[in-house]
């Protein structure tokens, strides 16, 4: 097994919310979370179950149209969707340099591709994949944000 890598399956999206609690357990405040995946893929899934993990103040949505949703909680999520931008600039007018530092929380993006060049070299890197109607394969790929024993944890704790 890859030292930085990890791939899980998920069967249902409790499963998903499962891996996104355990994942937000395992974050250092001023993370930055890249998700990445196609339509219905499981992303926002994901941060359900992170957010839940941080006893968040309000049910997590996309948020595709208001690019940035907060959700108060222990930390702080700040979720964007950048599904709708068309060029990085558009992400500097989001005021992203706040966000991906924000020491006051973590930050979690969808559709990271799109911000590419502008995401910090410490994150960790999600790629969800449609395996069939409800399965989805997520490689977890940490880029040296996660402490050493992350992939342990993440297996063993990652089950509804």
């Keep these: ?54 006893n968040a103040d309000a049910p997590v949505s996309s948020p595709t149209f208001t690019m ?20 990085p600039r558009e992400v500097m007018d989001l005021g992203y340099e706040d966000l991906f530092d924000a020491p006051d929380g973590i930050c979690v993006i969808e559709w990271a591709e799109h911000a590419e060049k502008l995401l910090p070299q410490v994150r960790l890197d999600i790629a969800l994949k449609h395996k069939d109607e409800n399965t989805r394969s997520i490689q977890i790929q940490n880029q040296n944000l996660l402490p050493p024993e992350w992939q342990a944890t993440l297996q063993s704790k990652s089950r509804p």
């Design 68 to 87: 940035v949703n907060e959700y108060e909680g222990s930390p702080k999520i700040y979720h964007l969707d950048l599904y709708r931008i068309v060029h």
């Design 1 to 54: 097994m890859n030292q930085n890598t990890l791939t899980l399956t998920s069967h249902s999206e409790s499963e998903t919310e499962a891996i996104g609690r355990a994942l937000m357990r395992l974050l250092p405040e001023g993370a930055v979370v890249a998700l990445r995946g196609e339509l219905g893929a499981g992303k926002t899934c994901l941060v359900r179950g992170m957010a839940e993990a941080a």
